[in-house]
């Protein structure tokens, strides 16, 4: 049975440094690709009042339960759908919302999952190891606990968790099978635990679970590629993330797209012909202030990276005319792509 909570207990993270980095107009087309408890979807309502658009989506069926009744009001601007943002293009092609000003990926869990008690995604509460956020999904923690060789799980638990005890993990958890319920596996870690940090011993073996079950690390790589397929020109791209895996993954992505020819260094001339896609807006990563994290201590461990999309959709621009052009373009404010790809055949004819 699915607890249903009240959606305001999440609390967005970086709400005001997002909508900054979206750029939020009046009028635009946004999706939230990690709608949760709709904090910062109502707000990209908000400020994209009147006329704004905005495409909610989660892989958690009660996120968009619980969050359709709380953007009641902007019924008329919203198209909720449950689906897992791997699927971003797909579902983008099948409601005609594409191309858009901006696309937000606010990673992890929402604080409606985290106190759901029956979702297994914390040891405060006994229950069973679910960690699915789309319960259709066939394969639960329990599963991957309870099915998976000694070896394999201590790759999860090191990949994914970073943790360096792994192995005595791993060993414990295959000993005591068959591994049932959250408080069983948080006692299980904190017996075969010699050393004691800051954090509680079975935090990190938590998140490796999560990641696994959820895909979370391959599905946020492929879903990056489509959402920069899917902005226009000048569309902003921000992702929120909250460990160092998906952080890794979202800084070399936008560095990579921001980055001309990514030829190895020893070769001599480049053979790749990468052009840049994106551009960076902050070059230093976005963390929160510390009265958010005094107000929300959730938020402590967030990181927001921005990227501008400075190709129009369907473009290569191999060329140096290419690239003149976006300039001129971008500082006169062009950004309709019917009226970008005009301007751009009379510049190359110039
Ligand atoms: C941190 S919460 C988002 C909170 C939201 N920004 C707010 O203000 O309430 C992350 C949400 O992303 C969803 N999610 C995580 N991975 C997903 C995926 N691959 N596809 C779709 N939704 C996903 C989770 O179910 C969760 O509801």
């Given at each position: 049975?699915v ?20 750029s939020?107009?009046p ?16 707000s ?12 909610g ?25 449950n ?12 409601f ?5 000003h901006?696309?937000l990926f ?6 409606l ?32 606990l ?10 999860l638990i ?27 596996l ?11 940090g800051?954090?509680?011993p079975?935090?990190k073996?938590?998140?490796?679970l ?8 391959e599905?946020?790589?492929?879903s990056l590629?489509?959402a ?15 460990h ?9 992505f ?5 980055r ?38 959730r938020s402590?461990?967030a ?28 500082s006169?404010?062009?950004r ?15």
């Amino acid at each position: 049975m699915v607890t249903h909570r009240s959606a305001s207990s999440h609390t967005p993270v970086l709400l005001s440094e997002s909508l900054r980095a979206l750029s939020v107009q009046p009028g635009g087309r946004y999706i939230d690709c990690t709608l949760g408890g709709g904090g910062h979807a109502a707000s990209i309502l908000d400020h994209s009042s009147p006329g704004g658009q905005l495409l909610g989506i989660d892989a958690d069926p009660n996120a968009i339960e619980v969050t359709r009744e709380r953007l009641q009001k902007y019924k008329e601007s919203v198209l909720l759908v449950n689906d897992n943002f791997v699927n971003l293009q797909a579902i983008c092609h099948k409601f005609d919302f594409s191309p858009v000003h901006g696309i937000l990926f606010d990673l992890g869990l929402s604080s409606l999952q985290l106190n759901g008690n029956n979702r297994g995604f914390s040891f405060q509460h006994d229950a069973p190891l679910d960690m699915r956020f789309n319960p259709k999904q066939k394969v639960t923690a329990a599963d991957i606990l309870n099915t998976t060789s000694e070896a394999r799980l201590a790759y999860l638990i090191k990949t994914y968790g970073e943790e360096s005890n792994c192995y005595r993990i791993a060993r414990s958890i295959v000993k005591e099978r068959p591994i049932e319920t959250t408080r069983q596996l948080a006692r299980l870690i904190e017996k075969a635990s010699i050393r004691r940090g800051k954090i509680h011993p079975a935090t990190k073996t938590f998140q490796a679970l999560r990641i696994a079950v959820n895909h979370e690390l391959e599905y946020l790589e492929t879903s990056l590629k489509q959402a920069v397929d899917i902005l226009g020109f000048g569309g902003r791209l921000v992702v929120i993330t909250y460990h160092s895996l998906e952080d890794r993954i979202v800084k070399q992505f936008m560095q990579r797209e921001s980055r001309g020819c990514v030829c190895p260094p020893q070769t001599p001339i480049c053979i790749c012909h990468h052009t840049p896609r994106l551009k960076l807006i902050n070059r230093k990563v976005i963390t929160p202030s510390i009265t958010e994290v005094n107000l929300n201590p959730r938020s402590r461990s967030a990181k927001m990276r921005a990227a501008e999309r400075i190709t129009t959709p369907g473009d290569a621009y191999a060329t140096t005319e290419d690239h003149s052009f976006i300039t001129i373009a971008k500082s006169n404010g062009w950004r309709k792509p019917a009226l970008m790809k005009k301007i751009r055949m009379a510049f190359i004819a110039a």
